[in-house]
């Protein structure tokens, strides 16, 4: 009997372990990286208190297809808009400013042009230029397509409402 828990109890650890997740990365991390294998980046701008991005976190990129394109075509940050800690990015150091109770991070607010709402993904081009922040909860399958999108680099030559059309989705 003890064989036969220990061997579940080894196939359940398997099975969790195997899951495939969004390996995240810091600014610092991408930038180095980048440098040797370029790709684009997306990145994931949230706050503590958003209730909608703890949906995208759980819904969306913890779904094994979601995190395994992403792992394989992107460089992902997940940024707190509110984080107190200062980050170096392309030669700038951004901080946060304190405002009322929160306050915010001066890269979120670049990041976003100012317009801070979230959950919102910033994508990054292979040169990490602005390709555009994307607000508002994404569905696993309404995201696909996006990252698909940006990845193949369609944004370049075919308006997204083109794009969508002929996508085939694979979730």
């Known amino acids: 009997m003890k064989k036969l828990l220990l061997a579940l109890f080894i196939c359940a650890s398997v ?14 991390e991408v930038e180095k990286a980048s440098k040797e294998d370029p790709r684009p980046v997306f990145i994931d701008v949230y706050t503590n208190w958003c209730g909608w991005c703890k949906k ?13 394109f ?19 990015f392309q030669g700038n150091t951004f901080k946060f400013v304190a405002q009322g109770k929160r306050g915010y991070h001066e890269l979120a607010a670049a990041l976003l042009n100012g317009k801070m709402s979230y959950p919102n993904i910033v994508y ?16 696993a399958p309404a995201f696909e397509k996006i990252i ?5 680099e369609h ?11 002929s996508f085939k989705s694979q979730l």
């Open 56 to 68: 995208m976190d759980k819904d969306t990129f913890q779904n094994e297809k979601i995190a395994a």
């Open 155 to 165: 944004y370049k030559t075919q308006p997204f409402e083109e794009f969508q059309t």
């Open 15 to 28: 099975g969790v372990s195997a899951q495939t997740t969004i390996n995240w990365m810091s600014f610092e």
């Open 70 to 88: 992403v792992n394989k075509h992107y460089y992902a940050i997940k940024f707190n808009a509110e984080q107190k800690d200062s980050i170096q």
């Open 124 to 139: 990054l081009d292979k040169d990490l230029k602005m390709i555009q922040p994307m607000p508002g909860y994404q569905a």
């Open 148 to 152: 698909n999108y940006i990845a193949g």
